[in-house]
């Protein structure tokens, strides 16, 4: 199972309401990501956490709330979004090694499908 | 500073060879990786290679690797329609390489 799961797909809020983006994987990866993709654009790093610890926050808006309640599951937090915030919302997730010298492992991240934001 | 980058469109006809390009930055860049995102879809990983390696070759995709001049390089034998999508070299940096940077992708058209 290389799977990593998103729902919901699509989401449509207003700047006022408060809602929540999820992912879970069950490779046994202990990093998980939140991307952000605007069209045509390559995804922008929001968020790593590394056994279920926030361990890089790209200085993003704190109307963004990650959460990695367990090792499988990864949830954002949209509260007062901006119309601006509307793009492509995608988790990833990968083992986490130190990068080795010899071995040909890959450190290699999986994606989900997305979610579609739109904020109205 | 980290940057990869990319040529922005190509266009091939159908049975044809594809190639995409990428430089990067990042001497320290461990493994580098090409992903596929077709419309309205998420990414895909097609391949990656260790920076030790100069070349991997995986059915219909070649990727080839100058460390010396961070060129790399995705051919797709035999394109097909199906192949049409955007192609986004990315390279994984720091200790643990959980940090991944995208280039802005190829637009990949094939042609009939």
């Known amino acids: 199972d290389t799977e990593v799961t998103q729902t919901p797909k699509h989401l449509v809020m207003g700047m006022t309401n408060k809602k929540s983006l999820k992912c879970e994987q069950h490779?046994?990866?202990?990093?998980m990501y939140w991307y952000k993709q605007k069209a045509k654009k390559p995804p922008e790093l929001m968020f790593v956490y590394s056994y279920e610890k926030l361990s890089i926050n790209e200085s993003v808006p704190s109307r963004f709330s990650p959460e990695c309640p367990n090792s499988s599951l990864l949830n954002l937090h949209l509260h007062a979004l901006q119309p601006e915030d509307s793009a492509l919302y995608l988790c990833a997730s990968s083992q986490v090694t130190k990068l080795s010298g010899t071995v040909d492992s890959g450190n290699t991240i999986y994606f989900g499908e997305g979610s579609w934001l739109t904020v109205v | 500073g980290e940057d990869v980058e990319q040529s922005l469109f190509l266009s091939v006809r159908e049975g044809d060879s594809s190639v995409i390009n990428c430089t990067y930055t990042?001497?320290?860049?461990?493994?580098l990786y090409w992903y596929k995102q077709e419309p309205g879809a998420g990414l895909q990983l097609l391949t990656y290679i260790f920076s030790n390696m100069d070349m991997k070759q995986d059915q219909r995709l070649t990727v080839l690797l100058n460390k010396k001049d961070k060129h790399l390089s995705l051919r797709i034998a035999d394109t097909q329609t199906g192949d049409s999508a955007i192609y986004f070299c990315?390279?994984?940096?720091?200790?643990?390489?959980?940090?991944?940077?995208f280039g802005p992708g190829t637009r990949l058209s094939v042609l009939p």
């Open positions: 990315a390279e994984s940096i720091g200790n643990y390489g959980q940090n991944f940077v």
């Open positions: 990042d001497s320290s860049s461990t493994y």
């Open positions: 490779m046994g990866h202990r990093a």
